[in-house]
């Protein structure tokens, strides 16, 4: 245990430097000499290793992530499995080409994402390396499919930088300043963002049943948010006209949004409506996937089946791979050669996957039955901070996916991105990593791996308390 001056006892992080440290700092300097100013930095820190919630930066400072990659390693960093699954492969065959000398790592992972997502009909699934890339390809197999062009999307969407993931991508700054023109045919709905509705102003989650928390559900969780779906519905018939729909394309928790979760209630309307117009639904699964709201994947807490999903992020255990999976029917719309990419579903990556896919079935109890146990914990902290910290908005979630938003006054509701970003400045200062997220740059978001301890979840936890405070 470190005995801190400041009487606070940390059991996991250790810090040898300031934070910064000066390896970091100089790293910082020749990355701003040799890499595009585009990418952006969270964090001013370099690391050296990772393992499990820990993360060892090149000062030698011992620090937990609660950014896992940005909601990657679900199964930890390096879990052994993945590494070892990893080294193997890299040892027999690290890239043919699937679209040159096939091998069955990519028959074997594509059998397993049919497998785990929800219908009882045959499913097919495409392999890529991205999750912009897989909504990419969602699209073209959706247009390919129902021979309709126009694509509905939503307020607060997130779903990638190329063209038109850009395009689906609700927030300006910086995801498409300076970038356009986007793509036609994109039509945006407004998301059923309870807190700040503009339809009802939150009022249909009052009218909604009020529940306890089985697998860290809030009780505007079962909201029909009805008018809110009524304005979607004339939206489409009124701007769109629904035969021209090909698809709707929704995250069930809005992930660089804010960690919205769609309402139940609206989930279903829209799943409804979407058969009733011979409209695709597809599920952009990328962030809520794999363990990350108690569930392998978000849609089970909604009991409805989505036509097609989009995953990557939690797949890969860290490697960069992505699918797009659904009906195979609709997942065989494209002509052969219509949809692929040199390397899509890599060998080494697809070993990393099917290691993930083993970890959550050998472990399926633990691993998920510990997701939801950290997910109730982290709520269970931060609804209490909300009781007595008025510039905290709004907390939700789904399991351990849960977020706090900042504002200047719970009155006027006005966004307070400031206080968000000094929070996540004096977590990383403090041994935590943490990033923010919203539309308004307001929100923190919890993002820790699914495995990591409550003892290590209740230290990085008692930091964030500490920043807000401090911050306030
Ligand atoms: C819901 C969602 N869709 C798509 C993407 C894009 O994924 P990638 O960054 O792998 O292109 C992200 C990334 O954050 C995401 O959260």
């Given at each position: 245990m470190i005995i801190r001056l400041d009487g606070i006892n940390r059991m996991h992080i250790n810090l040898k430097t300031k934070i910064p440290g000066p390896k970091s700092i100089a790293l910082m300097e020749e990355r701003k000499k040799h890499v595009a100013r585009g990418p952006f930095h969270s964090t001013p820190i370099f690391i050296e290793r990772a393992h499990g919630a820990k993360v060892w930066d090149v000062d030698g400072n011992t620090m937990l992530d609660f950014a896992s990659g940005i909601g990657v390693v679900n199964v930890g960093h390096t879990a052994p499995e993945v590494v070892a699954a990893i080294q193997d492969q890299a040892t027999k065959n690290?890239?043919?080409?699937i679209n040159v000398l096939a091998y069955d790592g990519y028959i074997n992972l594509s059998k397993k994402i049919n497998e785990a997502i929800p219908g009882d009909f045959a499913k097919k699934t495409f392999l890529c390396n991205s999750g912009a890339e897989a909504v990419e390809n969602a699209i073209k197999i959706a247009r390919s499919y129902t021979k309709r062009q126009a694509i509905i999307c939503f307020d607060h969407a997130y779903h990638g930088r190329t063209y038109m993931a850009m395009s689906l991508t609700s927030k300006v700054k910086f995801y498409k300043h300076t970038f356009a023109p986007f793509n036609p045919e994109v039509y945006r709905a407004q998301f059923p963002y309870q807190y700040r509705c503009p339809t009802c102003n939150g009022s249909c989650s009052q009218n909604s049943e009020k529940q306890t928390k089985p697998e860290g559900l809030r009780s505007d969780f079962n909201s029909d948010c009805s008018p809110c779906f009524q304005s979607f519905v004339n939206m489409v018939n009124g701007q769109?006209?629904?035969?021209?729909?090909?698809a709707v394309i929704i995250e069930p928790v809005l992930g660089e949004g804010g960690f919205l979760p769609v309402p139940k209630g609206y989930m279903k309307s829209l799943r409804k409506f979407c058969d009733e117009n011979g409209i695709l639904l597809i599920l952009d699964e990328i962030q809520s996937g794999f363990g990350r709201t108690g569930k392998m994947f978000a849609v089970e807490h909604y009991g409805i089946v989505p036509d097609l999903m989009t995953l990557a992020k939690g797949l890969g255990g860290g490697m960069p791979i992505a699918a797009v999976a659904g009906k195979a029917e609709i997942m065989d719309?494209?002509?052969?050669?219509?949809i692929g990419g040199t390397y899509c579903g890599n060998p080494v990556a697809c070993a990393a996957a099917l290691a993930v896919f083993d970890l959550f079935e050998k472990d399926k109890s633990s691993l998920l039955q510990h997701s939801v146990a950290i997910g109730n914990s982290i709520s269970a902290k931060i609804d209490q901070w909300k009781k007595s910290i008025p510039q905290i908005g709004d907390v939700r979630g789904l399991g351990p996916m849960q977020a706090i938003e900042f504002v200047k006054d719970p009155k006027t509701k006005e966004p307070n991105k400031e206080l968000a970003s000094k929070v996540a400045k004096y977590c990383y200062e403090n041994g935590v990593v943490t990033i923010t997220a919203g539309t308004f740059g307001n929100v923190i978001r919890v993002l820790v791996p699914l495995t990591i301890s409550e003892e290590e979840l209740e230290e990085g936890l008692k930091v964030i308390e500490d920043g807000i405070k401090a911050c306030l």
């Open positions: 690290i890239h043919s080409s769109i006209g629904a035969e021209n729909v090909a719309a494209p002509p052969e050669g219509g």
